[in-house]
Nanobody
Framework: QVQLVESGGGLVQAGGSLRLSCAAS????????MGWFRQAPGKDREFVAA????????SYADSVKGRFTISKNNSKNTVSLQMNSLKPEDTAVYYC?????????????????WGQGTQVTVSS
């Protein structure tokens, strides 16, 4: 099992940037893909971005492609999400998740361990 702790959320104006970080402990971090998901009030949790075990392959939701960048540092057991050109519709609780696979997946069912979430609020 992996313990995940997110940080870096906050309040930002539209067009601004935030960088989320997720620190992992527990099982061997470098063997598994990681993902970010988000959940807005009254909506289902949705996929945002994912990265393969070694960091060479990434996937993004269409809504964030070109604005968000996911990265993984296996030596520090961290995964980050750089969010640029933020929009009010990006407002949500963002969750870091650890996959059961080395390959990045876009469905939440592929992820076993989840962080507690960090709030991101984008004002217009």
């Amino acid at each position: 099992q992996v313990q995940l702790v997110e940080s870096g959320g906050g309040l930002v104006q539209a067009g601004g940037s935030l960088r989320l970080s997720c620190a992992a402990s527990g099982r061997t971090f470098s063997n598994y893909a990681m993902g970010w998901f988000r959940q807005a009030p009254g909506k289902d949790r949705e996929f945002v971005a994912a990265i393969s075990w070694g960091g060479s392959t990434t996937s993004y939701a269409d809504s964030v492609k070109g604005r968000f960048t996911i990265s993984k540092n296996n030596s520090k057991n961290t995964v980050s999400l750089q969010m640029n050109s933020l929009k009010p519709e990006d407002t949500a609780v963002y969750y870091c998740a650890s996959s059961m696979s080395s390959v990045q997946r876009t469905t939440s069912a592929a992820y076993r361990d989840w962080g507690q979430g960090t709030q991101v609020t984008v004002s217009s």
